[in-house]
Protein backbone atom coordinates (compact mmCIF):
# COMPACT_ATOMS: atom_id res chain seq x y z
CA UNK A 1 0.00 0.00 0.00
CA UNK A 2 2.23 2.88 -1.04
CA UNK A 3 1.53 6.41 0.96
CA UNK A 4 0.02 9.33 -1.86
CA UNK A 5 1.06 12.41 -1.88
CA UNK A 6 -2.76 13.13 -0.57
CA UNK A 7 -2.03 10.82 2.55
CA UNK A 8 1.05 13.64 3.13
CA UNK A 9 -1.23 16.33 3.21
CA UNK A 10 -4.03 14.68 4.77
CA UNK A 11 -1.79 13.76 7.61
CA UNK A 12 -0.50 17.22 7.77
CA UNK A 13 -4.02 18.66 8.12
CA UNK A 14 -4.66 16.33 10.85
CA UNK A 15 -1.38 17.51 12.57
CA UNK A 16 -1.64 20.99 12.20
CA UNK A 17 1.19 21.33 10.49
CA UNK A 18 1.24 23.98 7.30
CA UNK A 19 3.15 22.25 4.17
CA UNK A 20 3.44 23.35 0.68
CA UNK A 21 3.53 21.67 -2.45
CA UNK A 22 6.98 21.25 -2.53
CA UNK A 23 7.59 20.37 1.21
CA UNK A 24 5.14 17.61 0.38
CA UNK A 25 6.61 16.05 -2.01
CA UNK A 26 9.88 15.76 -0.07
CA UNK A 27 8.18 14.44 2.90
CA UNK A 28 6.56 11.79 0.76
CA UNK A 29 9.81 10.62 -0.70
CA UNK A 30 10.91 9.85 3.00
CA UNK A 31 7.69 8.97 4.21
CA UNK A 32 8.10 6.26 1.45
CA UNK A 33 11.03 5.24 2.79
CA UNK A 34 10.02 4.49 5.91
CA UNK A 35 6.96 3.40 5.60
CA UNK A 36 8.94 0.67 3.22
CA UNK A 37 10.48 -0.85 6.37
CA UNK A 38 7.58 -0.41 8.39
CA UNK A 39 5.81 -3.00 5.89
CA UNK A 40 8.22 -5.60 6.54
CA UNK A 41 6.43 -5.51 10.11
CA UNK A 42 3.39 -6.03 9.04
CA UNK A 43 3.95 -9.27 7.23
CA UNK A 44 4.18 -10.98 10.62
CA UNK A 45 1.17 -13.09 11.86
CA UNK A 46 0.12 -12.01 15.19
CA UNK A 47 -3.19 -13.45 15.68
CA UNK A 48 -4.04 -14.23 19.37
CA UNK A 49 -1.28 -11.81 20.80
CA UNK A 50 -2.82 -9.20 23.32
CA UNK A 51 -1.73 -5.83 21.93
CA UNK A 52 1.04 -4.47 24.80
CA UNK A 53 -0.06 -0.73 25.44
CA UNK A 54 2.46 -0.58 28.43
CA UNK A 55 6.19 -1.52 29.74
CA UNK A 56 4.65 -2.56 33.07
CA UNK A 57 1.15 -4.57 33.48
CA UNK A 58 0.32 -1.35 35.66
CA UNK A 59 -3.43 -0.14 36.80
CA UNK A 60 -3.92 3.92 36.75
CA UNK A 61 -3.54 4.84 41.02
CA UNK A 62 -6.91 6.56 42.66
CA UNK A 63 -6.07 9.50 44.82
CA UNK A 64 -8.56 11.14 47.47
CA UNK A 65 -10.77 13.73 45.78
CA UNK A 66 -8.57 16.91 47.58
CA UNK A 67 -7.31 19.37 45.86
CA UNK A 68 -3.18 19.19 45.48
CA UNK A 69 -2.42 22.18 43.44
CA UNK A 70 -1.48 25.47 44.07
CA UNK A 71 -2.73 28.44 42.96
CA UNK A 72 0.20 29.31 40.41
CA UNK A 73 -1.69 31.15 37.50
CA UNK A 74 0.54 34.34 36.91
CA UNK A 75 3.48 32.19 37.14
CA UNK A 76 2.56 30.01 33.99
CA UNK A 77 0.95 32.79 32.50
CA UNK A 78 4.37 34.93 32.53
CA UNK A 79 5.22 32.09 29.71
CA UNK A 80 3.13 32.43 27.04
CA UNK A 81 2.84 34.60 24.18
CA UNK A 82 -0.01 36.66 24.91
CA UNK A 83 -1.76 37.56 28.04
CA UNK A 84 -4.14 39.61 29.05
CA UNK A 85 -6.04 39.81 32.28
CA UNK A 86 -4.75 36.62 33.04
CA UNK A 87 -6.05 35.01 29.60
CA UNK A 88 -4.56 33.62 26.90
CA UNK A 89 -5.03 35.41 23.44
CA UNK A 90 -5.72 34.29 20.25
CA UNK A 91 -6.86 35.50 17.13
CA UNK A 92 -10.74 35.80 17.41
CA UNK A 93 -12.72 32.41 16.79
CA UNK A 94 -16.54 33.53 17.34
CA UNK A 95 -17.39 36.90 15.30
CA UNK B 1 43.81 16.63 37.14
CA UNK B 2 40.81 17.31 39.14
CA UNK B 3 38.70 17.85 35.86
CA UNK B 4 39.42 13.69 35.53
CA UNK B 5 37.84 13.29 38.77
CA UNK B 6 34.63 11.09 38.65
CA UNK B 7 31.48 11.60 40.37
CA UNK B 8 32.51 9.35 43.15
CA UNK B 9 36.27 10.95 44.09
CA UNK B 10 34.55 14.38 43.85
CA UNK B 11 32.39 12.85 46.44
CA UNK B 12 35.02 12.08 48.53
CA UNK B 13 37.05 15.27 47.60
CA UNK B 14 34.46 17.15 49.14
CA UNK B 15 33.47 15.33 51.92
CA UNK B 16 37.27 15.46 52.82
CA UNK B 17 37.36 19.35 52.57
CA UNK B 18 39.68 19.30 50.27
CA UNK B 19 38.11 21.64 47.57
CA UNK B 20 34.72 23.25 47.84
CA UNK B 21 31.78 22.56 45.71
CA UNK B 22 32.20 26.27 44.47
CA UNK B 23 35.87 25.49 43.61
CA UNK B 24 34.67 22.60 42.14
CA UNK B 25 32.29 23.88 40.29
CA UNK B 26 34.68 26.88 38.84
CA UNK B 27 36.61 24.73 37.32
CA UNK B 28 33.85 23.06 35.53
CA UNK B 29 32.53 26.13 34.35
CA UNK B 30 35.95 27.12 33.49
CA UNK B 31 36.29 24.39 31.35
CA UNK B 32 32.93 24.69 29.84
CA UNK B 33 33.65 28.80 29.12
CA UNK B 34 37.09 27.69 27.26
CA UNK B 35 35.85 24.33 25.43
CA UNK B 36 31.96 24.80 24.55
CA UNK B 37 32.72 26.57 21.68
CA UNK B 38 34.68 23.40 20.31
CA UNK B 39 31.75 20.95 20.77
CA UNK B 40 28.61 22.52 21.00
CA UNK B 41 27.74 20.38 24.21
CA UNK B 42 25.29 22.92 25.96
CA UNK B 43 22.67 25.17 24.77
CA UNK B 44 22.46 26.97 28.23
CA UNK B 45 24.88 28.16 31.24
CA UNK B 46 24.20 30.24 33.79
CA UNK B 47 27.19 30.74 35.93
CA UNK B 48 25.55 32.87 38.63
CA UNK B 49 22.88 30.17 39.15
CA UNK B 50 25.03 27.62 39.31
CA UNK B 51 27.71 29.50 42.12
CA UNK B 52 24.33 30.45 44.15
CA UNK B 53 23.86 26.68 43.92
CA UNK B 54 27.55 25.69 44.98
CA UNK B 55 27.76 27.71 47.82
CA UNK B 56 24.15 26.49 49.10
CA UNK B 57 25.74 23.49 48.74
CA UNK B 58 28.76 24.55 50.68
CA UNK B 59 26.95 26.21 53.51
CA UNK B 60 24.49 22.67 53.65
CA UNK B 61 27.51 20.42 54.06
CA UNK B 62 29.18 23.04 57.04
CA UNK B 63 25.91 22.68 58.42
CA UNK B 64 26.47 18.46 58.52
CA UNK B 65 23.65 18.31 55.64
CA UNK B 66 25.68 16.47 52.52
CA UNK B 67 24.60 13.55 51.34
CA UNK B 68 27.14 11.72 48.54
CA UNK B 69 26.25 14.16 45.65
CA UNK B 70 26.18 17.45 47.82
CA UNK B 71 27.91 19.91 45.66
CA UNK B 72 28.80 17.72 42.81
CA UNK B 73 28.24 19.78 39.77
CA UNK B 74 26.56 17.66 37.46
CA UNK B 75 25.42 18.36 33.62
CA UNK B 76 21.39 18.31 32.90
CA UNK B 77 19.74 17.08 29.39
CA UNK B 78 17.62 20.33 28.30
CA UNK B 79 14.67 17.61 28.00
CA UNK B 80 14.23 18.29 32.07
CA UNK B 81 12.38 21.51 32.94
CA UNK B 82 14.72 23.15 35.78
CA UNK B 83 13.13 26.15 37.28
CA UNK B 84 14.66 29.52 35.86
CA UNK B 85 16.65 27.88 33.21
CA UNK B 86 15.89 27.81 29.88
CA UNK B 87 14.59 24.59 28.85
CA UNK B 88 14.28 24.11 25.33
CA UNK B 89 14.04 20.24 24.00
CA UNK B 90 16.42 21.03 21.50
CA UNK B 91 13.57 22.98 19.86
CA UNK B 92 12.98 26.39 18.47
CA UNK B 93 9.20 25.30 19.70
CA UNK B 94 10.72 26.32 23.06
CA UNK B 95 13.72 28.34 22.31
CA UNK B 96 11.70 30.93 24.51
CA UNK B 97 10.80 28.64 27.57
CA UNK B 98 12.20 29.61 30.96
CA UNK B 99 10.48 26.63 33.03
CA UNK B 100 8.67 27.64 35.67
CA UNK B 101 8.90 24.65 37.54
CA UNK B 102 11.28 21.36 37.90
CA UNK B 103 10.99 18.45 37.04
CA UNK B 104 11.66 15.30 39.64
CA UNK B 105 14.64 14.30 38.56
CA UNK B 106 15.79 17.83 38.67
CA UNK B 107 14.20 18.22 41.92
CA UNK B 108 15.35 15.26 43.26
CA UNK B 109 19.35 16.08 42.22
CA UNK B 110 18.90 19.40 43.79
CA UNK B 111 17.89 18.19 46.72
CA UNK B 112 20.21 15.76 46.97
CA UNK B 113 22.68 18.69 46.68
CA UNK B 114 23.76 18.47 43.13
CA UNK B 115 24.61 21.45 41.35
CA UNK B 116 23.57 22.03 37.64
CA UNK B 117 26.29 23.39 35.59
CA UNK B 118 24.19 23.72 32.39
CA UNK B 119 21.40 22.43 30.24
CA UNK B 120 23.23 19.97 27.48
CA UNK B 121 22.36 20.10 23.84
CA UNK B 122 20.08 17.34 22.15
CA UNK B 123 18.47 16.09 19.13
CA UNK B 124 15.12 18.10 18.72
CA UNK B 125 12.25 16.78 21.33
CA UNK B 126 15.06 13.71 21.79
CA UNK B 127 14.22 12.44 17.65
CA UNK B 128 17.58 11.34 16.49
CA UNK B 129 20.65 9.49 16.95
CA UNK B 130 23.16 12.00 16.18
CA UNK B 131 22.46 14.97 17.40
CA UNK B 132 21.79 16.48 14.33
CA UNK B 133 18.48 17.46 14.85
CA UNK B 134 19.00 20.13 17.48
CA UNK B 135 17.84 23.43 16.56
CA UNK B 136 20.89 24.58 18.23
CA UNK B 137 23.59 22.89 15.73
CA UNK B 138 25.38 19.76 15.84
CA UNK B 139 27.55 18.15 18.99
CA UNK B 140 31.20 17.18 17.71
CA UNK B 141 32.67 14.00 19.20
CA UNK B 142 35.29 14.75 21.45
CA UNK B 143 37.09 11.67 19.76
CA UNK B 144 36.94 13.02 16.90
CA UNK B 145 34.81 16.32 15.99
CA UNK B 146 33.84 15.67 12.21
CA UNK B 147 32.02 12.62 14.25
CA UNK B 148 28.46 12.69 15.59
CA UNK B 149 28.29 12.25 19.60
CA UNK B 150 25.13 9.89 19.13
CA UNK B 151 21.89 10.73 20.00
CA UNK B 152 19.35 12.18 21.83
CA UNK B 153 21.32 12.56 24.44
CA UNK B 154 24.47 13.76 22.76
CA UNK B 155 25.49 16.99 24.54
CA UNK B 156 25.33 15.08 28.25
CA UNK B 157 27.70 12.83 26.41
CA UNK B 158 30.70 15.03 25.11
CA UNK B 159 29.84 16.69 27.91
CA UNK B 160 31.10 13.98 30.33
CA UNK B 161 33.60 12.35 27.40
CA UNK B 162 35.02 16.18 27.26
CA UNK B 163 35.54 16.46 31.01
CA UNK B 164 32.81 19.73 30.66
CA UNK B 165 31.05 17.71 33.35
CA UNK B 166 31.60 14.71 35.65
CA UNK B 167 28.29 13.47 35.18
CA UNK B 168 25.05 13.97 33.46
CA UNK B 169 21.61 13.10 32.95
CA UNK B 170 20.02 11.77 29.87
CA UNK B 171 16.97 10.36 28.62
CA UNK B 172 16.02 7.06 26.78
CA UNK B 173 13.11 6.43 24.52
CA UNK B 174 14.92 4.10 21.78
CA UNK B 175 18.54 4.08 22.72
CA UNK B 176 19.04 7.98 23.21
CA UNK B 177 21.49 6.81 26.68
CA UNK B 178 23.15 4.29 25.33
CA UNK B 179 23.85 4.70 21.98
CA UNK B 180 25.57 8.22 22.90
CA UNK B 181 27.71 6.73 25.65
CA UNK B 182 28.85 3.92 23.34
CA UNK B 183 29.69 6.71 20.31
CA UNK B 184 31.64 9.04 22.90
CA UNK B 185 33.26 6.38 25.10
CA UNK B 186 31.37 7.03 28.41
CA UNK B 187 29.02 5.32 30.50
CA UNK B 188 25.09 5.05 30.46
CA UNK B 189 22.37 3.69 32.13
CA UNK B 190 18.33 3.27 31.29
CA UNK B 191 16.93 1.93 34.46
CA UNK B 192 13.37 -0.19 34.12
CA UNK B 193 10.29 1.99 32.68
CA UNK B 194 8.78 3.03 35.92
CA UNK B 195 12.23 3.95 38.36
CA UNK B 196 12.81 7.69 37.22
CA UNK B 197 9.51 9.74 37.24
CA UNK B 198 8.83 11.58 33.94
CA UNK B 199 7.28 14.53 35.22
CA UNK B 200 8.68 17.53 34.11
CA UNK B 201 10.70 15.39 31.37
CA UNK B 202 9.51 16.70 28.50
CA UNK B 203 7.70 13.78 26.81
CA UNK B 204 8.58 12.42 23.10
CA UNK B 205 7.18 8.28 24.18
CA UNK B 206 5.08 8.22 27.44
CA UNK B 207 5.49 4.21 27.30
CA UNK B 208 8.96 4.36 26.70
CA UNK B 209 11.06 7.38 28.14
CA UNK B 210 13.30 7.04 30.84
CA UNK B 211 15.28 8.86 32.51
CA UNK B 212 18.71 7.78 33.71
CA UNK B 213 22.40 8.46 34.48
CA UNK B 214 25.56 9.20 32.14
CA UNK B 215 28.88 9.52 33.49
CA UNK B 216 32.31 7.95 33.25
CA UNK B 217 32.12 4.79 35.76
CA UNK B 218 29.50 2.32 37.01
CA UNK B 219 30.13 3.28 40.33
CA UNK B 220 29.38 6.79 39.16
CA UNK B 221 25.80 5.47 37.88
CA UNK B 222 24.83 4.13 40.96
CA UNK B 223 25.56 7.22 43.27
CA UNK B 224 23.89 9.26 40.46
CA UNK B 225 20.86 7.08 40.35
CA UNK B 226 20.49 6.46 43.39
CA UNK B 227 19.63 10.01 43.80
CA UNK B 228 17.31 9.94 40.24
CA UNK B 229 15.37 7.12 41.32
CA UNK B 230 12.06 7.26 43.36
CA UNK B 231 8.45 7.09 43.56
CA UNK B 232 6.37 10.36 42.43
CA UNK B 233 2.58 10.59 42.94
CA UNK B 234 2.83 12.86 39.52
CA UNK B 235 3.80 10.56 36.54
CA UNK B 236 0.72 7.74 36.53
CA UNK B 237 3.64 5.39 35.38
CA UNK B 238 6.50 5.60 37.93
CA UNK B 239 6.06 2.75 40.50
CA UNK B 240 5.62 2.76 43.96
CA UNK B 241 8.66 0.59 45.07
CA UNK B 242 10.78 0.42 48.36
CA UNK B 243 14.28 2.88 47.77
CA UNK B 244 17.17 0.84 46.50
CA UNK B 245 21.12 1.43 47.04
CA UNK B 246 22.73 0.83 43.64
CA UNK B 247 25.91 0.94 44.68
CA UNK B 248 24.88 -2.20 47.27
CA UNK B 249 26.22 -4.94 45.13
CA UNK B 250 29.20 -3.35 43.28
CA UNK B 251 31.87 -5.13 44.82
CA UNK B 252 30.46 -8.89 44.33
CA UNK B 253 32.02 -11.66 42.86
CA UNK B 254 30.84 -12.68 39.07
CA UNK B 255 32.00 -16.30 39.08
CA UNK B 256 28.80 -18.40 38.34
CA UNK B 257 27.03 -15.30 36.37
CA UNK B 258 25.38 -16.37 33.59
CA UNK B 259 25.80 -14.11 30.44
CA UNK B 260 23.44 -14.41 27.64
CA UNK B 261 24.42 -13.73 24.49
CA UNK B 262 21.52 -13.41 21.75
CA UNK B 263 22.94 -14.18 18.08
CA UNK B 264 21.02 -11.25 16.52
CA UNK B 265 23.06 -9.02 18.04
CA UNK B 266 25.76 -10.48 16.09
CA UNK B 267 24.64 -10.95 12.55
CA UNK B 268 25.34 -9.06 9.45
CA UNK B 269 25.24 -5.23 9.24
CA UNK B 270 28.13 -4.99 12.71
CA UNK B 271 31.31 -3.37 11.92
CA UNK B 272 34.16 -6.08 12.69
CA UNK B 273 35.63 -4.16 14.55
CA UNK B 274 32.75 -3.50 16.87
CA UNK B 275 32.08 -7.52 17.06
CA UNK B 276 35.67 -7.95 17.62
CA UNK B 277 35.95 -5.60 20.88
CA UNK B 278 32.54 -7.50 22.49
CA UNK B 279 33.91 -10.48 21.96
CA UNK B 280 37.23 -9.74 23.90
CA UNK B 281 34.91 -8.08 27.01
CA UNK B 282 32.84 -11.19 26.87
CA UNK B 283 36.37 -13.31 27.37
CA UNK B 284 37.29 -11.15 29.82
CA UNK B 285 34.31 -11.84 31.59
CA UNK B 286 34.90 -15.42 31.30
CA UNK B 287 37.93 -14.92 32.61
CA UNK B 288 36.00 -13.54 35.80
CA UNK B 289 34.38 -16.38 35.94
CA UNK B 290 31.15 -15.87 34.06
CA UNK B 291 29.23 -18.55 31.90
CA UNK B 292 28.02 -17.86 28.52
CA UNK B 293 25.01 -19.38 27.24
CA UNK B 294 23.36 -18.73 23.95
CA UNK B 295 20.35 -17.31 24.06
CA UNK B 296 17.55 -16.15 21.24
CA UNK B 297 15.55 -12.61 20.81
CA UNK B 298 13.75 -14.13 17.47
CA UNK B 299 11.76 -11.08 16.99
CA UNK B 300 14.48 -8.73 17.38
CA UNK B 301 14.60 -7.30 13.92
CA UNK B 302 11.01 -6.21 14.15
CA UNK B 303 11.93 -3.69 16.92
CA UNK B 304 12.52 -1.12 14.21
CA UNK B 305 9.57 -0.82 12.56
CA UNK B 306 7.50 -1.35 15.92
CA UNK B 307 9.13 1.60 17.69
CA UNK B 308 8.97 3.55 14.61
CA UNK B 309 5.09 3.11 14.90
CA UNK B 310 4.44 3.35 18.52
CA UNK B 311 6.70 5.96 19.11
CA UNK B 312 6.03 8.23 16.53
CA UNK B 313 1.68 7.45 17.32
CA UNK B 314 2.62 8.34 20.77
CA UNK B 315 4.94 11.68 19.89
CA UNK B 316 2.13 12.91 17.48
CA UNK B 317 -0.38 13.09 20.48
CA UNK B 318 2.08 14.12 23.03
CA UNK B 319 3.17 16.89 20.40
CA UNK B 320 0.24 18.28 19.93
CA UNK B 321 0.17 20.53 22.62
CA UNK B 322 2.41 22.59 21.29
CA UNK B 323 0.24 24.84 19.64
CA UNK B 324 1.88 28.45 20.50
CA UNK B 325 -0.92 29.83 23.16
CA UNK B 326 0.08 28.90 26.53
CA UNK B 327 4.02 28.79 26.22
CA UNK B 328 6.92 28.81 24.13
CA UNK B 329 7.11 29.52 20.66
CA UNK B 330 4.41 31.39 18.18
CA UNK B 331 3.96 32.42 14.67
CA UNK B 332 4.33 36.16 13.41
CA UNK B 333 2.19 36.03 11.06
CA UNK B 334 -1.07 34.70 10.97
CA UNK B 335 -4.87 35.27 10.05
CA UNK B 336 -6.99 32.91 12.29
CA UNK B 337 -6.56 30.73 15.25
CA UNK B 338 -6.48 27.59 12.59
CA UNK B 339 -3.26 29.54 10.71
CA UNK B 340 -1.59 30.50 13.89
CA UNK B 341 -1.47 26.26 14.98
CA UNK B 342 -0.33 25.89 11.60
CA UNK B 343 2.20 28.20 10.72
CA UNK B 344 3.45 28.15 14.62
CA UNK B 345 4.01 24.24 14.22
CA UNK B 346 5.27 24.10 10.98
CA UNK B 347 8.08 27.21 12.03
CA UNK B 348 8.73 25.95 15.25
CA UNK B 349 9.45 22.32 14.86
CA UNK B 350 12.52 20.72 12.84
CA UNK B 351 12.14 18.07 9.89
CA UNK B 352 12.54 15.25 11.85
CA UNK B 353 9.76 16.07 14.14
CA UNK B 354 7.45 16.81 11.60
CA UNK B 355 8.13 13.64 9.93
CA UNK B 356 8.08 11.82 13.19
CA UNK B 357 4.29 13.60 13.70
CA UNK B 358 3.15 12.96 10.65
CA UNK B 359 3.47 9.27 10.78
CA UNK B 360 2.51 9.19 13.91
CA UNK B 361 -0.91 11.15 12.71
CA UNK B 362 -1.00 8.82 10.12
CA UNK B 363 -1.06 5.26 11.81
CA UNK B 364 -3.18 6.68 14.72
CA UNK B 365 -6.00 8.15 11.52
CA UNK B 366 -9.01 6.15 10.70
CA UNK B 367 -8.79 3.25 8.95
CA UNK B 368 -5.15 2.79 9.58
CA UNK B 369 -5.61 2.41 13.61
CA UNK B 370 -5.48 -1.17 13.27
CA UNK B 371 -3.08 -2.23 10.61
CA UNK B 372 -0.23 -0.14 11.85
CA UNK B 373 -0.97 0.71 15.67
CA UNK B 374 -2.21 -2.51 16.78
CA UNK B 375 -0.29 -4.70 14.90
CA UNK B 376 2.81 -2.95 16.38
CA UNK B 377 1.27 -3.13 19.89
CA UNK B 378 0.80 -6.95 19.38
CA UNK B 379 4.48 -7.35 17.93
CA UNK B 380 5.98 -5.75 21.03
CA UNK B 381 4.53 -8.48 23.38
CA UNK B 382 6.64 -10.88 21.02
CA UNK B 383 9.52 -9.07 21.57
CA UNK B 384 8.71 -8.76 25.12
CA UNK B 385 8.27 -12.96 25.76
CA UNK B 386 11.82 -13.05 23.83
CA UNK B 387 13.57 -11.29 26.44
CA UNK B 388 11.30 -13.08 29.30
CA UNK B 389 12.09 -16.47 27.52
CA UNK B 390 15.73 -15.49 27.41
CA UNK B 391 15.88 -14.54 30.81
CA UNK B 392 15.25 -18.02 32.48
CA UNK B 393 18.79 -19.28 30.90
CA UNK B 394 20.56 -15.86 31.96
CA UNK B 395 21.05 -13.14 33.88
CA UNK B 396 22.53 -10.76 32.02
CA UNK B 397 22.27 -10.38 28.48
CA UNK B 398 25.78 -8.48 26.52
CA UNK B 399 26.08 -7.72 22.80
CA UNK B 400 27.36 -4.68 21.17
CA UNK B 401 25.01 -1.04 22.56
CA UNK B 402 25.35 -0.02 18.35
CA UNK B 403 26.22 -1.77 15.06
CA UNK B 404 29.22 1.23 14.42
CA UNK B 405 31.17 3.06 15.70
CA UNK B 406 30.35 7.07 15.66
CA UNK B 407 29.79 7.88 12.04
CA UNK B 408 30.62 11.38 10.53
CA UNK B 409 28.17 14.26 10.35
CA UNK B 410 25.82 14.69 7.49
CA UNK B 411 26.58 10.95 6.88
CA UNK B 412 23.11 9.52 7.54
CA UNK B 413 21.14 13.23 7.87
CA UNK B 414 19.77 12.60 4.26
CA UNK B 415 18.55 9.08 4.96
CA UNK B 416 16.36 8.38 7.81
CA UNK B 417 16.40 4.76 7.96
CA UNK B 418 20.36 4.44 7.65
CA UNK B 419 19.97 6.67 11.23
CA UNK B 420 17.15 4.94 12.11
CA UNK B 421 19.10 1.84 12.35
CA UNK B 422 21.93 2.49 14.43
CA UNK B 423 19.36 2.08 17.08
CA UNK B 424 18.68 -1.22 16.25
CA UNK B 425 20.51 -2.89 19.17
CA UNK B 426 18.77 -0.82 22.04
CA UNK B 427 15.25 -0.18 20.84
CA UNK B 428 13.94 -3.62 22.06
CA UNK B 429 15.26 -3.03 25.57
CA UNK B 430 12.78 0.04 25.76
CA UNK B 431 9.39 -1.71 24.04
CA UNK B 432 10.17 -4.69 26.67
CA UNK B 433 10.68 -1.85 29.57
CA UNK B 434 13.77 -3.75 30.76
CA UNK B 435 17.05 -1.50 32.17
CA UNK B 436 20.04 -1.80 29.77
CA UNK B 437 22.97 0.24 29.90
CA UNK B 438 26.54 0.93 27.71
CA UNK B 439 29.67 0.87 28.77
CA UNK B 440 32.89 1.18 27.07
CA UNK B 441 35.29 -1.63 25.76
CA UNK B 442 37.55 -0.98 23.12
CA UNK B 443 38.15 1.69 19.98
CA UNK B 444 38.18 1.40 15.96
CA UNK B 445 41.17 1.55 14.07
CA UNK B 446 40.31 5.33 13.77
CA UNK B 447 40.18 5.57 17.77
CA UNK B 448 36.82 6.19 18.12
CA UNK B 449 34.73 4.19 21.35
CA UNK B 450 33.14 0.73 21.29
CA UNK B 451 30.62 -0.06 23.71
CA UNK B 452 29.46 -2.80 25.76
CA UNK B 453 25.86 -3.34 25.96
CA UNK B 454 24.45 -5.07 29.18
CA UNK B 455 20.82 -5.85 29.68
CA UNK B 456 19.16 -6.68 32.94
CA UNK B 457 15.96 -8.17 34.20
CA UNK B 458 13.45 -6.00 35.46
CA UNK B 459 14.91 -4.14 38.28
CA UNK B 460 18.15 -5.53 37.82
CA UNK B 461 20.29 -2.22 37.92
CA UNK B 462 22.32 -3.47 40.77
CA UNK B 463 23.47 -6.46 39.27
CA UNK B 464 24.08 -4.84 35.94
CA UNK B 465 25.97 -2.19 37.62
CA UNK B 466 28.05 -5.18 39.45
CA UNK B 467 28.49 -6.70 36.28
CA UNK B 468 30.01 -3.29 34.60
CA UNK B 469 32.13 -2.68 37.76
CA UNK B 470 33.73 -5.59 38.63
CA UNK B 471 34.89 -5.19 34.56
CA UNK B 472 35.77 -1.73 35.19
CA UNK B 473 38.27 -3.13 37.79
CA UNK B 474 39.89 -5.42 35.68
CA UNK B 475 40.19 -3.20 32.62
CA UNK B 476 40.72 0.62 31.91
CA UNK B 477 38.65 1.65 28.86
CA UNK B 478 36.30 4.16 30.63
CA UNK B 479 39.93 5.66 32.16
CA UNK B 480 40.34 6.81 28.40
CA UNK B 481 40.24 10.37 28.00
CA UNK B 482 39.81 11.74 24.47
CA UNK B 483 43.20 13.39 22.98
CA UNK B 484 43.19 16.89 23.67
CA UNK B 485 40.49 16.95 26.30
CA UNK B 486 43.08 16.76 29.03
Given at each position: MALTRDDVKRAARLARIAIDESEANQVLEQLGRIFGMIEEMRAVDVSGVEPMAHAQDVVLRLRP???????QRELFASVAPRVQNGLYLVPKVIE | MMHESTVKSLSDALAAHELSSLEATELFLGRIRTLNAR????????EERSRAQAREADRARAA????????VPLAQKDIFCAKGWLTTCGSKMLSNFVSPYDAHVVERLNAAGAVILGKTNMDEFAM???????WYGPVRNP?????VPGGSSGGSAAAVAARLAPGATGTDTGGSIRQPAALSGICGLKP??????????????SSLDQAGPMAKSAEDLALLLNAMAGFD??????LERPAE???????????GLRIGLPKEFFA???QPEVAKAVDAAIAEYEALGCKVVEVA??????SVPVYYVLASAEASSNLA???????GYRAS???DLEQMYERTRAEGFGAEVKRRILIGTYVLSHGYYDAYYIHAQKLRRLIAQDFTRAFENCDVIMG?????TAFR???????PVQMYLSDIYTIAVNLAGLPGMSIPCGFDARGLPIGLQIIGNYFGEAQMLNVAHQYQLATDWHLRAPPGVV
Open positions: DEVTEQD | YNCFISVDGRATALTGGSSNETSWGTEATYGVCSRYGMIAFAARDSTSDYTRDLRQALAEGVLSNMRLRFDGVRYEYRPTSPTIAEKASD
